[in-house]
């Protein structure tokens, strides 16, 4: 069975992250009194850009490595989570680390990409992709590193669910609402879609790719959009369990809906921040991270 | 302070140098000017008061060998306007620029030398404006002799010089095509790291020349269905600041209900455009709730101006002498229920905007411009008075019936993108006070008052018009062959647009969506489109199944 979850993992994330994402894009639709485009849309356009040619715009394989490396690091963190409470084979080599160190790969191949494809919004897109990079990530390691400090290990199966798990504690509460707060720049959304920013930058990092490279950017950003949910549901959830492995799939599924429904909500009800505001705003999130795991650390 | 005294007081400085004085009209004054004198004399003006409109220039060889030029001043707080006139032989057109003083001339001093081929020594910055970047020298498209449709063979390899860029700087290219702009413009943004050190401008990129095809092609009560043409927003206002214009120079005065039924077509229009703005705000901002929810509560409006006018956009109402249609009673009660509904929604909208804190955060203290430098580069309506500077060509320059009309003219000291917000978001509960109260006050009687006679040849007119973005400004020389020999037109954003890199400097790149937005940007009313294809000449004129086939292959 544990040679099983790695797959079962990366398949029901690539089959489900289109819909969760059309599940945004309907809610937000809907809060903006539009009709909205219906909820399988995103597999069509997905499918739209992978059947459209493939366009070199930049000429160098950095440009057209980018988007499979940042598809790939995206998968291979799916693979590694578990998923449903169950552990899969790869646990057994890979903790908590591993899971940041992947997820800085796909962000920094946002970066390449960029930066090979040399246009004007692209690099400011891709200098605000890195600055929140810098800002988030220390929030998302806090996170782990306070169910380890919890558990005194980096496991991450047992790492993610302790964070909240046994001893729900002052820490605990205050990392709930540190990861609330932040969870919007990690789905890069409003008011934290800053890199992207359609009406300056055009997209930022991503102008100057189309068709499937388009497509395969898209994918990972939508299944790093379910990831950042299920995250939160497996982190500070954690006694949402039966026990059984199908429905504790279905228990975190139905949860992590429930975290889409709070990223639409927030993001159609508020505007895009400024790189410089929402850096003083990162700033204070990491600063609350770090007394949460200080006060793990007290035991607390 | 009257037009009589400033024009004694040119007289008393200047001598000479001031030849006469013709009032045109009661509050329209022209003071002629020897042209040595033209930067003193415009100085002067400014330096009482006057707040500088537009620059006119007009051909006039075949009369007396001259180019004419006219830069308009008006006196707000006095309620007139003065048109400052000079001529230079047109064999060495050379007027002194203004510019270097007078800010807000810069564009009309290009425009008439790309157009009509004057020299404005002294110009600080003498690059094309109007004409294409391959467009010939020498060939002068508002010169009499040019034809309308002239099309001078395409040049390669020319390209529009951009300015130098500061030292440390990057340039970010914003148009000709970009998310920020809804027509075709370039703005050159320098930046260092993320902050916006200057910018330059190339626009005019869909001129077509419409103030030339009106003064040869088409006759007086042609022109309205053109002007409304040149904006997609406000028809109206377009068309009554130039029939107004003519009705000034025939002396034609028209019946007292067209002029109600005009005030409801211009404040339907700022209704609509003021929604359409502050939804297009908040998608600059990236907040789209607030664009659709304005967009929703503005298609009321449309259907309203739909009812009034037939169409969607208050198109075909307004001709010289009046109006085509009459208000019913019907329309009347259907549209004082639909100004009811309308008021509600904007009540609860106001107080979401206003109470939503992270559009403050977005929107206070950028494109900062303090209330003397707005006053410098004359910017006009809500760009003004969301930075304290008090005008209103409703209020100052009455025209249609305002001045029996009472309404407010809300102003705040703010002087950032908020600023001009708020001061929208007020005027739309004025706009419908004003439709209710000329609903209500509104006289019987016919809508149309035809001229008795023909229109003689060079009576001059001009106009303003309080457009949702500013004050619009119309002039008019009439013609012999029943069309305008001269027809200038001056919209809002033409001024407001000059005062941007103004608005940009030192503000963050992330702002300049927003920065350029705030005052509404109208390219088409700067570069004035008119309906005849430039490549071929000629109209091409689609069928309905032509236009079903091409939408749907597009799809």
Redesign the interface.
Known sequence: MSYVIPFLNVILFLLLAPLFDGVLRKL?AK????QGPPVIQPYFDLFKLLGKERLDAAGTWPFRLAPVLAFAATLAVVAVIPFGGRAGVLAGWMDATVVIYLLTLAGASVLFGALAGRN??GL?GASREMITMIMVEPVLAMTLILGAVKIKSLSLAAAAPAAAGAAFGLSSALMLVVYLLALQAFVAR??F??AE????L?EGPFIEYSGPHLALFKYAIMIKRMFYAWLFVSVFLPFLRTGVYALDILVQLLAMAVVFVLIALVG??????????AVRYYAVLIVAALAAVGLGVLGR | MTPEKIFEALKAEFGGAVGGSSPAAPGRLFIDIDPSRLRDAANRLVGAGGRYQVGVGTDDRHRNGTLGLIHFFAFDGDHFTVGLRTAAPADHPDFDSITPDIPAAGWSERECRDLLGMNFPGHPKPKKLVTADDWPDGIYPLRREVPYNLIPPAAEDVAYQLDEAPPGT????VGPF???LHEPAHFAVYVDG?TIKHCDYRGFMAHRGIEKLCQTQVSYNEVPFIAERICGICGSVHSVAYCQAVEMAAGLAISRRAEFIRVVCLELERLHSHLLLIGVA????????????AW?IREQVMWLAEKITGNRKTYGMVIVGGVRRDITPEIKTETLAILKSLEAELVSFEKAIVG?T??H??TKGVGHVPREEAVLWSLLGPTARGRGVDIDARRDHPYAAYDELSFAVPVVPDGDVWGTIVVRLAELFESIKLIRQALERMPDGPVLTEAAEALPALRPGWSMVEAPRGESFHYVLTGEENRPERWRVRAPTYTNLQGIPRMLQDN??????IILGSIDPCFSCTDRVAVVDRRSGRGRVWSKKEMDRLSRSRS
């Open positions: 937000t809060v903006q009194s539009r004007t919004f400011i409003q008011p879609d800053i920013a359609e009406v300056e055009l159609a009800t508020n505007p895009r921040l400024r790189i410089d505001q | 990057t340039i970010v290219p970009h998310a920020t993320e908040g998608h600059l901002i990236g907040y789209d709730t607030v664009f659709m929810h929703r939503d992270l559009i955060r977005r963050q790149f992330a702002d300049f969506p």
